[in-house]
């Protein structure tokens, strides 16, 4: 299984980026996907999760109406649409694969992140 960020990258506030996790290894269409943030010094903070339940998506409540997660089963491709960035968005982004297709099976894979830096 691998998992390979992309995207990040240096911006100003009020920028928008698109993160991109490629993967392979399994099947990408059987397994619900997230995003996993860790600012400078503080833990891991869940972002969002995109399940293969009919498409259904979790937003964490702070990053509602900014962010929104989208796969591309074709291509097994998860993403990350992040508009608006704002200085508290600064951190490493993980692409994070869960054990199953619901959202009930605990991730088993990580990927090594992309940075994401906002700044003026």
């Known amino acids: 299984v691998q998992l390979v960020e992309s995207g990040g990258g240096l911006v100003q506030p009020g920028d928008s980026l698109r993160l991109s996790c490629a993967t392979s290894?399994?099947?990408?269409?059987?397994?619900?996907m997230s995003w996993v943030r860790q600012a400078p010094g503080k833990g891991l903070e869940w972002v969002s999760t995109?399940?293969?339940?009919?498409?259904?998506?979790y937003y964490a409540e702070s990053n509602k109406g900014r962010f929104t997660i989208s796969r591309d089963d074709a291509k097994n491709t998860l993403y990350l649409q992040i508009n608006s960035l704002k200085s508290e968005d600064k951190a490493v982004y993980y692409c994070?694969?869960?054990?199953?297709?619901?959202?009930?099976?605990?991730?088993?894979?990580w990927g090594r992140g992309t940075q994401v830096t906002v700044s003026l």
């Open positions: 994070v694969k869960g054990g199953g297709c619901y959202y009930d099976q605990p991730y088993d894979y």
């Open positions: 290894g399994f099947t990408f269409s059987n397994y619900y």
């Open positions: 995109d399940t293969c339940d009919n498409g259904r998506t």
